[in-house]
């Protein structure tokens, strides 16, 4: 993998990623396909919106159907016929939402399947191992995200515990290196400055091939993770890529981009759609309002979708309120196209340096209610 920064706006960065399945110009949003795919749309209908990225998850591969079917399958890529670069969470997240179903040691982590009950053992070294067998461009370590609220010696425990785990995935990446597969760490430390801190030190001593911040969103007040954000990613290695985990309204990504972040995942945009809650460049609309029925007007002019250039609000309204499937594919294509075309506006705004500028213009059109008014 090589990094590279085109232009600067303050700590913004407008970069470019090389990668063995492709370029990915930063900053950049990665779509959420959990299980391999992205919720409705297949690896064509995804690149054709713009797509460059595509994440999916640790923890649910290895429990079906298995990494080692899937190496046996050609790897991740052979196997979703998604060609681009993919990102694997290593499990971490699960670790703070299925606190139920699993118990932490010093040595890794140990899950109880939501599947079938089966008994599942992450270590450090079995994460970055299983990411190899997927043959994934960027791989995660393996960490602890405490949720919030946390005692500060309730984090600092947790966090040391992630910082040796950090060093027993580094020395693994290390002795078993593919070129193709990166491992980044990930900053923990919840929401005390001091250990942040702290882990942003001690995890640049270890120089992992890229850095995330980890442990924002999971249960806190928005200014506690921006405050995270704002702190912590300029700290980063300015030549390593940054990734910001599972943050992603408009707001947040304009906010972390401005900070200096390079990389964004979010299910928002999918499982907002599933619900019929579309964003468009006005405001968000509600297509099972009432209001929509007899609307003639495209879901958003402005937008290339298939839904936006083919259908109607009225026709998508029928589709929600009809409970047809076909209604959720085109949403959900209608909000990811506004999402990469979000985040590349900014990376043209970065490119000129009028960054500021450009998002407060563009979340300011966005907190317009004329749309979910049907004005």
């Not at 790897?75 to 606190?99: E, R």
């Not at 430390?189 to 992992?208: K, N």
Request: glycine share 10%.
């Amino acid at each position: 993998m090589h990094f590279e920064v085109l232009a600067t706006d303050g700590p913004a960065r407008r970069g470019r990623l090389t990668t063995a399945h492709g370029v990915i110009e930063t900053p950049c949003f990665m779509p959420v396909g959990t299980l391999g795919a992205v919720k409705g749309l297949g690896p064509h209908a995804l690149g054709s919106l713009g797509a460059q990225v595509m994440l999916s998850n640790l923890y649910h591969l290895a429990i079906r159907p298995g990494v080692d079917a899937i190496e046996s399958f050609g790897g991740l890529h052979q196997w979703t016929g998604w060609q681009g670069p993919i990102l694997t969470d290593s499990g971490g997240y699960q670790v703070f939402s299925l606190a139920e179903l699993r118990k932490v040691d010093e040595d890794g982590v140990t899950f109880k399947s939501h599947h079938d009950g089966a008994m599942v053992r992450f270590t450090p070294e079995s994460v970055t191992a299983m990411q190899r067998q997927l043959g994934v461009d960027f791989s995660m370590m393996l960490d602890e995200c405490p949720p919030w609220p946390v005692t500060e010696a309730e984090a600092k425990e947790s966090l040391e515990r992630t910082q040796r785990w950090a060093e027993r995935a580094a020395e693994d990446h290390a002795r078993h290196r593919r070129r193709d597969v990166n491992l980044f760490g990930i900053v923990q430390g919840s929401f005390y400055s001091a250990l942040r801190q702290q882990a942003v030190e001690q995890l640049r001593e270890l120089d992992f091939d890229g850095y995330a911040i980890g442990g924002v969103s999971v249960g806190e007040a928005k200014t506690l993770g921006r405050d995270v954000v704002r702190q912590i990613a300029s700290e980063l290695p300015e030549d390593k890529p940054r990734y910001l985990m599972g943050l992603g309204t408009p707001e947040d990504l304009a906010h972390a981009v401005q900070c200096g972040v390079d990389m964004f995942d979010c299910v928002l945009p999918t499982r907002s759609a599933r619900h019929g809650l579309l964003f468009t460049r006005k405001g968000q609309l509600r297509i099972k309002n009432a209001r929509f029925r007899d609307d003639l007007r495209p879901i958003d002019e402005d937008c290339g979708c298939t839904a936006c250039r083919t259908v109607s609000r009225s026709f998508m309204h029928h589709l929600f309120r009809c409970g047809e499937i076909t209604g959720k594919v085109l949403a959900t294509e209608c909000n990811l196209r506004f999402f990469l075309d979000f985040m590349g506006d900014l990376r043209k705004a970065l490119q000129s340096q009028n960054l500021a500028e450009t998002a407060s213009e563009k979340l300011r059109q966005l907190s317009s209610e004329a749309a979910d008014q049907g004005n």
